[in-house]
């Protein structure tokens, strides 16, 4: 309870017991009339009655009327308190919440969890199990709308939109905790709930602390029979209890809730209720106080005052109230601080139990005008009377739009307003108003005024996977689910809708009980005109509709309309041809148009049908239609010109005058014939042969393109698309144009897409240049998906020639030109005398005209004659040049009749006004000028005799784009051939032009005033091509910048000609670094001059100087070049950075073009790292010429100055050859080359100076001499950078007179001669120290300086004596000379081996061990020592072998590191049994190894000598010698334990040395001088074994492309367990291996892949594998991984990646073979048949039986027999002849099966009925299996059926 009292505040109060009231009475005073916002009211002592009275007319003398007024304001959200106790009535019941009408039009909230105790607790066991209680009730099971309920406030809350809110709550611990257990008498009515059931009756919770109640069953008989039909009460159930008896001072509480008690049930003083504990909803007996206009007061229960509101007055008796009237009352709230009361004197709350009956108003939404203010209420609202008299009420905040807008004088009494009705209160039974513009304009006011089918806007509120959310109104929200979102299924939603966007949609569905709306967003389904469906009584056969697919089943499809209304469209209805499998056809989601065939409304069934055309009922669409006849898809009708309209004409279709369109783009074949017939045919107008394209509902769409009306009448239009097969060729028109390609429809209505790469034969930038919609294509079908229904079309000329060039072309011209004839027609039936004179006039008429004037651009205008507004003009081109002067008469030729411009195009030539009479003959050639272009023909003058022929300018109705070059221009010579020897009517001779090649440029006048004059500005005269000058060299001329360029600037001169201003002459100083095109922006003017012109393929280009030098050279490029003398600077431009070839482009004027080798471009390694970086395109750079490229049409340039290799010259080379202990190769620029010794490679020697160089590095090298050939260089930082003045460590050497006496000095070791060890100090000086000398161990012997001081070893020396004459050096290697530690200090076994050790190491180790054999018999004690000492250094060794492994193999898997060619050839050779894991050598390159290794390991510790493997892996370098023994493997991870044993060995041996004789020694010398030798040839042999880094450095570079030797470089690495470099290794391999060896560059990718697999991570090995995948072939990476994966036994990994596969490559067998494979494998048999059934499903057909046998051996090998047996029978029944599939099956039944299985296959084949070659083929091989397998007899039985097969078939030839 403390808890409780928290929650919900009492406002202060106390409980008050029976012993405490006499003391609140005297306190308590009576101020029923105090002034104040929460009324007060007070309860009275009996004998105090007197003096109040007194009081009280005091007061009412001093009250005003707004004193009243404010008394008797009524109820608002302001003026509610939580813990105010108030009666409600149950509006709206959801599934989580009650709405709960309260008292003067508010509303609250009662939450799920505030029902009752007993009810939230079950449902926290439901939320916990996670699946429905069945004993748990809904709330609409509990409650139901016009119940009354007693509720608490217990939150005022503000909503997200920052509206108030209340929240209630309806559990009876809250509502009734101000009663007390001995407050509770009997009689009381109390609200409470079912708590729990129990056998005799239910415990309810009443809300009283210490109280239990408990409802009999006999007492709740009578309820649960009347009201809640028979069913047992739930938990959580709501009910009016009266107290029957009270028992143990209110402990225990007997109740019934019969209905008799409880309308009976009125509050008496005798159950003493106080005004803190009063409750709402107690019915009292009560008299008038005092009667108001605005309410009255009441007296009850003796002691108390209460309000009533006139809204709560009986509505009869409202008026008639008078003081001390008896009345009865109900209590609707009480304030908890306060105590103020409010009553209703309405009859409905009288009688408790009952349910209120009027819960809504029937003019609900209705907008009511000049309804007058009956009352306002400043904190409330405002009342208003209806026209039938009924009260209604405004809420404050809706009298205006809002709150500043707000004006109360506007409400006084009588003013009049227009509102609207937008809810209605129950508990006061009156309408609720708003006066806001927003709520009076509003399409919807609830989810009650939205019906099926409406059109709705709304904004997107939010996009989910479940739908969008879409807001119509304030109050209402809309659901688009995902599938109609649009009219095909969206996969990503949120591109094509964003937030905030406005939408049409139409609804589907609509539910105000649940709030709950359904929308559409599909297009057709939104815009269609046709009526919706929205209850079945509606339909009527015969009506067309449109709807949606529901569902796709075998036995039709289900269309769902509006309203949940839906229809099957049964399988017979689907289409006018059969459809066998409709899930293949349609799918869920798809619009569709359908005809009702039947419909039965009781039984909710409808019949639809697809097939809308057929059907007979179909003339009788809409209502009160006349009955019409249908034109039909295909049909040649006959049309009337009704009106024109923007895109084409309306006409009626005769003779039924059915309404048609006909657009402007399907009036001709001629793209620019369109226009012109539409503009000259006018209502009226009839039209023949005109074809139906589509039809529907209102619309019927025309064609009069005669290529598509020949198509049809000829029968060649495929009407479905399983009549289209690929390689066909169809006429069709542009339907739509994207940028991915242009789609092509058909008259049957079927379309396909032309992709941009087939659409045209030449370069496709933009597809809409080559195309325009509505022109008349022909297409070749690609590829045709009679599934999705849809076919990929090829445009290419190519590929859709109908015949030969010169038939199509002169066809096309012939009925272009008729076109116009009929144009002519049309306008001489205009009356216009203009136009009837413009139809006359045909082209090569000779006419005497006079001029009028000659325009700016040099055409002449003549004047009109006779005619008005008749314009004559002939271009500067047609003007020849002549003078001509106003008034002058002329003669003129007509070239052609503008008929839309209505103008008339002339010629003043005289060859064409002066025609020759010779006699043409037809099919002759003729050499012709071009005299006028129009869009799709020409016209030109025959050179002979001056006639006019026209010619097409397209060859094919797809011949459309012209690239500028291919372009005519007037003026240019043409061949043609003609085809009629007379001018017909059109006035013009046909012809067909020859081959572009025999066109030859425009010839220059004999009278013309310029060079190459021509016609500028004259539009006539070029169509889309470029325009000609009058410009010549050095001319001024001003122009706009229209482009830049990194190296030129493209201007646009004021006549529209295009120049370029190279950046080599935009600026006459050009400062280094700086871009000169930067300086000019797009659109600005500039000034230049004409310095000369190139005529590009394109188009004429000028080229032009900024500034003013002007160059008139013409020289060819080539002699320009040699103007350059190599030292001269000049100033470049860089064009761009070439990658490949690594050097720089740039250009020093237009044509002159340079290059930058990447060597002279700096002497800096950041610059030559990343030059495109450090360089900007279009920069400017000072540059030396060096001379010219080997090309000659480049100079070579150098920006590190003059290229001199000469002494003292710093330069950059690059590195070609690495020498091991020698030094470097270095190229440089034009071939020459140099050496670097390993003393110059730094300042500072280190111990492996060759390290950091590699082929292909650059360096920066000076030159030391260039007396010879080969140059004699320094990388020596004190020689290429001689200003950092750094310290030198190792000075050069480079004659005997740089050393003095006992100078230190550091070298690398030669040799190790028998008299010492020779030092190199520098290129050409060697010093010896001898070998006492050497070390502080006596004797320094030359095997141990042999083995420790290999040849490069880094050693400090000091310099003991040097003698000139001799040349000689004598230095020692003593700690006590040098001061550094001795050579030998190391421990031998710890020394770190270098280059050639392994091998010393070897043949030393069996030198002793014959040795020791020698000496068995002489010291059997020493032999004992010696041993041991070998085995403790054995044994450490054998343990150091350990770590070698790499970690796989320690937990059993075997690493691999295969390359891709050889996984495949071992997998061909899996039959050899792959060796014992735990025995593998840790990496596996190629082959699995033979037994003997695994011997051979297992011995190695054991023996004292190792033998070589017979059997060897792949001869894998160092760690893969089986031949050398552990201990030579000791140094490669030293323990630190290790040395004291070393040093055990080595003691037997120093004492025996001691102890050797002279000779002994003698012998042991000349023994350890072969073995020097023997080294040495080893060294050199070919076939040896590389065993370092070194020796694999020196392979790759002998055979880079070698992916076998990087491989087994890598192994060597990982055989150290070097991860990182291994994979440096396989990094190395990609970038050197040629791009060309594609294989050899899969297999490092296969090994790296494999490297990553075992020992790198998942996220390395996926970087990997994306970076694998774009360097190959994507197929085959992902075929290696997926092995990978399966032999590492990642198996999820594998699968996943199938899955990848399979979306990727379905169209490759190979991928679902492997998968089966892999599968099966796996032992997942079911599964692998669903991928072969998804495999045939995605394959084409030709792949079938293939994969089918492959799928069948899988079976064979890895799953049942049986099945692949069945597969096998299945594929051969379909396909008896396939020798294959049989051959195939005989081999895997001789694997797999018995004898007999084998004779009957055999049996079967030979009785078929092949070619006798392929029966010759199986007799054959069931001879060699009888051979075989079978006994004499079986033989002879088969050569006998082979005999009578021979006989039959001879016999059958004879016949």
């Known amino acids: 309870m403390a808890t409780m009292e928290e929650s919900f505040p009492r406002g202060g109060t106390r409980k008050t017991h029976k012993s405490e009231t006499a003391l609140q009475q005297s306190v308590e005073q009576d101020n029923l009339f105090d002034i104040s916002t929460e009324e007060e009211s007070v309860k009275r002592k009996k004998s105090q009655k007197g003096p109040a009275k007194t009081k009280k007319l005091k007061i009412e003398k001093r009250e005003s009327s707004k004193s009243i007024k404010e008394k008797f304001e009524i109820l608002s959200i302001e003026s509610l308190c939580e813990g105010m106790r108030i009666l409600g009535c149950v509006k709206e019941v959801n599934e989580l919440e009650l709405v709960i009408s309260l008292p003067n039009g508010l509303q609250g909230f009662v939450q799920v969890t505030e029902i009752s105790d007993a009810y939230t607790k079950k449902l926290n066991e439901q939320v916990e199990q996670e699946e429905p209680l069945k004993d748990l009730a809904s709330l609409p099971e509990l409650f139901s709308p016009g119940m009354l309920v007693r509720c608490v406030v217990s939150r005022l809350g503000i909503t997200e939109k920052g509206k108030k809110s209340v929240k209630l709550s309806l559990n009876p611990q809250n509502v009734n905790k101000v009663l007390s257990a001995e407050a509770l008498k009997p009689g009381m009515l109390l609200t409470g709930t079912v708590s729990s059931l129990e056998d005799h009756g239910y415990l309810v919770d009443i809300g009283v602390a210490g109280a239990r109640a408990f409802l009999p069953l006999q007492k709740a008989q009578e309820y649960i029979r009347q009201k809640n039909k028979g069913a047992k009460l739930k938990v959580g159930q709501y009910l009016n209890c009266v107290i029957e008896e009270v028992k143990g001072n209110g402990g225990v509480v007997s109740l019934s809730i019969g209905h008799s008690e409880v309308s009976t049930a009125i509050a008496t003083e005798e159950q003493n209720w106080t005004l803190n504990n009063l409750l709402p909803g107690l019915v009292v007996k009560a008299q008038v106080q005092k009667v108001t206009p605005l309410g009255l007061t009441l007296n009850f229960l003796s002691f ?75 904190k409330a609202g405002a009342t208003f009377t209806l026209k039938d008299g009924s009260l209604a009420y405004a809420r404050l905040n809706h009298l205006s739009d809002s709150k500043k807008a707000f004006k109360p004088e506007a409400f006084k009494p009588g003013n009049t307003h227009k509102c609207r009705i937008i809810n209605y209160s129950q508990m006061d039974e009156l309408a609720l108003l708003s006066l806001r513009t927003s709520v009076i304009e509003a399409q919807f006011l609830g989810y009650h005024d939205i019906k099926p089918g409406a059109l709705v806007k709304g904004t997107v509120l939010t996009i989910k996977p ?95 309309f509006y309203n949940d209304v839906q229809g099957l469209v049964p399988k017979h209805e689907l289409s006018a041809e059969y459809v066998p499998d409709p899930e293949k056809v349609f799918y869920a989601g798809q619009v569709v148009k359908v005809v009702v065939l039947n419909c039965e409304p009781s039984k909710e069934r409808m019949l639809l049908s697809f097939k809308l055309l057929s059907d007979p009922k179909k003339e009788h669409v809409g209502h009160g ?84 009306v020949s198509t049809v009448e000829g029968g060649q239009d495929p009407k479905t698309f399983s009549e289209v097969h690929p390689g066909m060729l169809l006429i069709g028109f542009v339907k739509s144009i994207k940028d991915y390609g242009v789609f092509v429809q058909f008259p049957s209505g079927l379309s396909g897409l032309a992709p941009k790469a087939i659409m045209s034969d030449k370069f496709v930038t933009t597809t809409s240049d080559h195309f325009v919609e509505g022109q008349t294509v022909v297409a070749k079908v690609t590829n045709v998906d009679e599934e999705k229904q849809r076919m990929l079309l090829s445009l290419r000329l190519s590929d859709c020639t109908l015949g030969d060039r010169a038939t199509t072309s002169l066809l096309l011209l012939s009925q272009c030109l008729e076109e116009r004839q009929g144009v002519r027609s049309l306008m001489s039936n205009r009356d216009s005398v203009l136009i009837q004179t413009l139809a006359e006039m045909t082209p090569g008429m000779i006419l005497d005209l006079e001029v009028q004037e000659v325009l700016e651009d040099g055409s002449v205008v003549f004047s009109e004659g006779p005619v008005p507004g008749l314009v004559l003009r002939a271009s500067k081109y047609h003007r020849a040049g002549q003078e001509v002067e106003s008034g002058q008469k002329k003669k003129v030729v007509i070239l052609n009749v503008d008929m839309l411009k209505l103008e008339v195009h002339v010629s003043l030539c005289q060859d064409l006004v002066n025609r020759k009479a010779k006699k043409l003959k037809k099919g002759r050639e003729h050499q012709a000028i071009v005299q006028h272009l129009e869009e799709s023909f020409a016209v030109a003058s025959l050179v002979e005799t001056g006639h006019l022929a026209a010619f097409s300018l397209t060859s094919h109705l797809n011949d459309t784009f012209r690239f500028d070059s291919e372009k005519l221009q007037v003026g240019q010579g043409v061949s043609l051939t003609l085809k009629t020897t007379e001018p017909g009517v059109t006035g013009l001779l046909l012809a067909v032009e020859g081959p572009a090649a025999k066109r030859t440029m425009r010839q220059t006048r004999k009278d013309s005033e310029t060079v190459d004059e021509d016609d500028e500005g004259d539009p006539s005269v070029v169509v889309g091509t470029k325009k000609k000058h009058t410009l010549s060299i050095g001319d001024m001329v001003t122009g706009t910048v229209k482009s830049i360029k990194p190296t030129h600037v493209v201007v646009t001169l004021e006549n529209g000609i295009v120049g370029c201003i190279h950046a080599s002459h935009i600026l006459d100083d050009v400062p280094e670094g700086t871009s000169p095109t930067a300086k000019l922006k797009v659109g600005k003017k500039v000034t230049a001059r004409v310095i000369g012109g190139r005529d590009v393929k394109t188009s004429n280009v000028l080229e032009k100087d900024g500034h003013p030098a002007l160059n008139t050279h013409s020289d060819s490029p080539l002699e320009k070049i040699k103007q350059y003398q190599a030292g001269q600077t000049v100033t470049c431009f860089l064009k761009k950075y070439n990658v490949m070839k ?60 003059p290229h001199r290799l000469e002494k003292g010259e710093v330069a950059m080379g690059r590195v070609v050859k690495v020498t091991p202990h020698r030094g470097l190769t270095v190229s440089f620029p034009f071939g020459r080359i140099g050496r670097v010794s390993v003393f110059h490679l730094s300042d500072s020697y280190s111990e492996a100076p060759l390290e950091d160089f590699a082929p292909q590095k650059i360096v920066r090298c000076y030159v030391l001499s260039a007396a010879d050939e080969v140059l004699t260089l320094s990388l020596r930082s004190s020689r290429t950078n001689p200003e950092t003045k750094s310290k030198v460590p190792d000075p050069e050497i480079n004659s005997i007179q740089d050393i003095q006496e006992g100078q230190l000095l550091r070298g690398y070791v030669k040799s190790v001669q028998p008299q010492g060890v020779l030092l190199g100090l520098g290129p ?125 193999e320690k937990q059993g898997k075997r690493p691999y590191l295969e390359s891709a060619s050889e996984q495949e050839r071992a997998n061909k050779k899996q039959k050899k049994a792959a060796p014992a894991e735990e025995e593998d050598s840790g990496v596996e390159v190629y082959y699995r190894e033979g037994e003997e290794e695994m011997d051979e390991i297992s011995v190695l510790p054991k023996a004292k000598q190792s033998r070589p493997a017979d059997v060897p892996r792949l001869q894998l370098s160092s760690g893969f010698i089986w031949d050398v023994g552990l201990e030579s493997l000791t140094p490669a991870l030293p323990p630190r334990r290790e040395s004291s044993d070393s040093e055990e060995d080595e003691k037997p041996q120093q004492t025996t040395q001691k102890k050797k004789s002279k000779k002994e020694r003698e012998l042991e010398k000349q023994k350890a001088e072969k073995e020097l030798s023997r080294m040495e040839e080893a060294l050199m042999d070919p076939g040896r074994q590389p065993e370092s880094a070194d020796d694999f450095d020196r392979l790759v570079l002998s055979s880079p492309n070698s992916s076998i030797l990087w491989l087994q470089y890598m192994a060597f690495h990982l055989q150290a367990t070097e991860i990182e470099k291994a994979r440096a290794v396989a990094e190395r391999a990609l970038k050197t291996i040629s791009f060309r060896e594609e294989q050899e560059k899969l297999n490092v990718w296969v090994a790296l892949l494999n490297l990553e697999n075992m020992y790198g991570s998942q996220e390395s090995l996926t970087k990997v594998f994306e970076r694998a995948v774009q360097y190959n072939e994507p197929l085959k990476v992902f075929l290696q991984l997926a092995d990978i994966y399966t032999k590492s036994e990642k198996f999820q990994e594998a699968g996943e990646l199938y899955n990848r596969m399979l979306k990727r490559f379905r169209q490759e067998k190979a991928v679902w073979v492997k998968y089966g494979a892999f599968l099966l494998r796996r032992g997942q048999a079911g599964a692998s048949h669903r991928v072969m059934q998804r495999a045939l499903e995605c394959l084409p057909q030709k792949e079938h039986v293939d994969v089918i046998s492959k799928f069948a051996q899988l079976e064979f090998q890895l799953g049942d027999a049986e099945r692949a047996k069945a597969i096998f029978e299945n594929t051969l029944s379909t396909y008896p002849k396939r020798t294959d599939v049989w051959s195939v099956y005989i081999d895997m039944t001789i694997k797999h099966g018995s004898q007999k299985e084998v004779r009957d296959i055999f049996e079967r084949v030979i009785h078929l009925s092949l070619a006798p070659k392929r029966m010759k083929f199986f007799f054959k091989r069931y001879l060699d299996y009888e051979k075989q397998h079978g006994t004499e007899k079986d033989v002879q039985a088969v050569k006998a059926k082979a005999l009578d097969y021979v006989e039959a078939k001879s016999s059958m030839l004879e016949d």
């Open 1142 to 1201: 690594k050097w720089l482009e740039v250009e020093i004027a237009p044509d002159i073009r340079g290059r930058i080798p990447m060597l002279l471009i700096s002497l800096s390694f950041k610059v030559l790292k990343h030059p495109d970086k450090k360089f900007q395109i279009g920069q400017a750079l000072k540059a030396t010429v060096v001379g010219p490229d080997s090309s000659k049409a480049f100079l070579c340039l150098s920006l590190i100055g």
């Open 625 to 708: 239609q006349k009955k019409r006849k249908a034109v039909n898809v295909g049909q040649l009708v006959d049309v009337k010109v009704l009106e024109k309209t923007k895109d084409g004409l309306e006409v009626t279709v005769l003779p039924h005058n059915i309404p048609a369109f006909l657009p402007t783009s399907h009036l001709s074949d001629h793209v620019a014939n369109g226009p012109l017939l539409y503009h000259w045919l006018q209502a009226g107008d009839t039209l023949h042969r005109v074809l139906c394209l589509s039809q529907s509902e209102r619309h019927v769409l025309l064609c009069r393109k005669p290529a598509l």
């Open 466 to 560: 479940y739908g969008m959310l879409v807001k119509v109104s304030e109050q209402i929200r809309g659901l688009v689910p995902p599938m109609h979102l649009a009219d095909i299924p969206m996969k990503n939603p949120e591109k094509k809708y964003h937030i905030g966007d406005e939408v049409s949609c139409r609804v589907l569905l609509c539910d105000p009980e649940a709030k709950k709306l359904m929308m559409t967003l599909k297009k057709t389904l939104v815009e269609s005109k046709l009526p919706a469906i929205t209850c079945y009584d509606n339909t009527k056969p015969g009506l067309q509709t449109h709807g949606f697919i529901l569902r796709v089943k075998d036995y039709g499809c289900i269309v769902k």
């Open 1324 to 1448: 050409s000086v060697v010093g010896l120290a001898q070998h006492p000398r050497v070390s502080q161990r006596s004797p320094s012997e030359k095997t141990l300086c042999e083995r420790y001081l290999p040849e490069g070893k880094l050693l400090t020396a000091k310099v003991l004596s040097v003698d000139h004459r001799k040349n000689l050096v004598e230095l020692s290697f003593l700690p006590s000379d040098t001061g550094k530690p001795d050579v030998f200090s190391d421990s031998p076994g710890l020394s770190p081996l270098k280059q050639g050790e392994k091998q010393i190491g070897v043949e030393e180790r069996d030198h002793r061990g014959k040795e020791e054999k020698e000496e068995k018999k002489k010291n059997q004690k020493r032999k004992k020592r010696n041993q041991k000492g070998q085995e403790e250094a054995q044994l450490p060794s054998k343990e150091k072998k350990e770590p070698q492994k790499p970690y796989a």
């Open 304 to 378: 108390f005052t209460g309000l009533v509101d006139f809204m709560h007055l009986e509505p009869k008796k409202a008026g008639t109230y008078f003081s001390n009237q008896a009345v009865r009352a109900c209590v609707l709230c009480v304030y908890p601080r306060t105590r103020a009361v409010r009553l209703s004197l309405r009859p409905i709350f009288l009688q408790p139990g009952r349910q209120l009956t009027q819960l809504s108003c029937q003019h609900l939404g209705a907008v009511l005008d000049d309804v007058p203010v009956q009352g306002f209420f400043s």
